[in-house]
């Protein structure tokens, strides 16, 4: 988020406007609502209420909280509840379930059209499991984001390869590449300690993390903005060593 999507939505979108499902305490928005634009949240675990109020507070008119789930269907669905950023709509592959109830739930289309949205820059789903389904749930045709990022781990049964390509190919149809980002973490994640590491970036296999499975996230972009895939490729060309880096930007 900070490497590649804030500085080229900066310049690319003044005023824009995200979409964040599963914003937690809202790390992932903060740097969105800074540059000015505003910012629909949905976190309905309650244990993230108060952060959420935070940002409320600080963003007034900005930041949006919105307490429904996200997903296939507008109506009604289960919520499992564990520890802060696991709650989900299935229990964690990381985490005790510590209690289920059923809240609201909407799909994105439905909630843009009932609030009458006219753009959408920047939408972002991390959902535990159901990543998939909400971002889908998104009209992809009316209000086209210029990146979304999902995440995904096979750990999650709704998550194997064979709904991760095919996440990848509905997008496609919709007009956007993938960048896919596959993470380790060294059996850190099940401790609940969020440490991890990059082991690999493709443009749709997945990468494998040294327990077999897949995690990461993936960056959707339009496929013809090559101005994003341009400035990708100088971020990343950064992060080389020197002499490595020198080669990389002499052939970007």
Known sequence: VKLLAVPYLRDAAQQGHAIDVGACVGETASPFLEMGWGVDLFEPDPACGTAMAGLAARFPGRARHRTSLVGEITGAAAFFRSEV???????????????????????????????????????????????FDALLSHDFERLPPRLALVE?????????????????????????????????????????????????LTSGDLPRCAAGHSQG???????????????????????LPGSERAAALGEA
């Open 217 to 239: 996230n993936i960056l959707f972009f339009r496929r013809e903005d090559r101005e994003f895939l341009a400035r990708t490729a100088l971020a990343l060309a950064e992060l």
């Open 85 to 131: 950023g696991l709650a989900g709509r299935a229990p964690s592959a990381y985490g005790a379930t510590k209690d289920v109830a059923t809240l609201p739930s909407t799909r994105l289309d439905d909630f843009a059209r009932a609030e009458g949205l006219a753009r959408v820059d920047w939408l972002k789903v991390d959902c535990e499991g159901y990543d």
């Open 152 to 200: 995904y781990t096979t750990a999650h049964p709704r998550q194997n390869e064979t709904a991760v390509a095919a996440t990848l190919d509905a997008m496609a149809r919709h007009g956007y590449g993938a960048l896919v980002f596959g993470y380790e973490d060294g059996g850190n994640f099940k401790r609940r300690v969020w440490d991890y590491w990059c082991v690999g």
